[in-house]
């Protein structure tokens, strides 16, 4: 089930060179109905935490490996898949490129946790998992996504990617469906 339509960024298309990118991200959910996502001190933004899906792993695999890194989560269950958004983008690393990316949301319990693992590239964007309410992420993230680091190539999907999925979540405890 898609959560939201497909983001695009600057009016890309897809063409036969355009590259498939899977994902996998986790809400984890806290007291009062705070969600667990990962705050970038470089980016000054929140995201959910996951990543890329390696060569042979299972979703579940991904999520592990991702959920360790980033938020330090030794054990966790996955307890039911959300759903999924598209985003058309250019890439991060090799800004020529264009990505179908598909980001699989996924209800996850951390079950224990130790310290983080973050990878480079994860620790020079400064990763810091904190609890947030929705709507503090909401605003937080919609005053930062016309700003100059957000509208970089490669960048300017992910806030409203995530806004979808905040939204989604909203509406979802509203109604007592997670």
Known sequence: MMLGPRVIEDDLTITQETK????????????????????SHLFDDYTFPGG????????????????????????????????????????????????????????????????????MREALHGLEPRYVSIDDALVHNQNRQHDERHQQRGLKTVLIRESYILKYLKEMIIHEKI
């Not at 800004?95 to 699989?104: N, P, V």
């Open 52 to 119: 890329g899906i390696k060569w042979g792993e299972t979703d579940h695999d991904a999520l592990k490996r991702e959920l360790k890194e980033e938020i330090g989560a030794d054990e966790i269950e996955v307890i039911s898949y959300i759903g999924a958004m598209e985003e058309l983008r250019y890439g991060l690393h090799d800004l020529a490129s264009c990505y179908l990316q598909t980001s699989r949301y996924y209800h996850v319990r951390i079950l224990s946790t130790s310290t983080q693992n973050l990878m």
């Open 20 to 39: 498939i990118r899977q994902t996998v991200r986790a809400v984890i959910l806290g007291q009062d109905h705070h969600v667990l996502m990962v705050y």
